[in-house]
Nanobody, 127 residues
Framework: VQLQASGGGFVQAGGSLRLSCAAS????????IGWFRQAPGKEREGVSC????????YYADSVKGRFTISRDNANDMVYLQMNSLKPEDTAVYYC?????????????????????WGQGTLVTVSS
């Protein structure tokens, strides 16, 4: 049971990347999926997440309007399309899965206690 994150790389500011998260050993059909990132010297943060059904999504304020999360349950994949990248987006990006959705005050939030984590993929954005 594992997740495999891929698609990271080096890009200039304003560029785009698409991250992929693939499941192996289990199906994503029953899991909410989150993309988290951790930059050097900073705490890990939830960037964008998608509910089990795919109907609810969450975006951190810093990426709203630039990033888009989507899921393809038929192929057990989740994607993060990242456009208009900024140097402050530089981080290791992880995908994680949790077998439930969490809502606070009616709003969907990222997985609180993920049970499966991917290994991370590095995104570097140059200025």
């Amino acid at each position: 049971v594992q997740l495999q994150a891929s698609g990271g790389g080096f890009v200039q500011a304003g560029g785009s990347l698409r991250l992929s998260c693939a499941a192996s050993g289990f199906t994503l059909d029953y899991y909410g999926i989150g993309w988290f990132r951790q930059a050097p010297g900073k705490e890990r943060e939830g960037v964008s997440c998608i509910s089990v059904s795919g109907y609810s999504t969450y975006y951190a304020d810093s990426v709203k309007g630039r990033f888009t999360i989507s899921r393809d349950n038929a192929n057990d994949m989740v994607y993060l399309q990242m456009n208009s990248l900024k140097p402050e987006d530089t981080a290791v990006y992880y995908c994680a899965a949790e077998s439930r959705d969490t809502y606070y005050s009616g709003s969907y939030v990222c997985p609180v206690t993920p049970t499966v984590w991917g290994q991370g993929t590095l995104v570097t954005v140059s200025s």
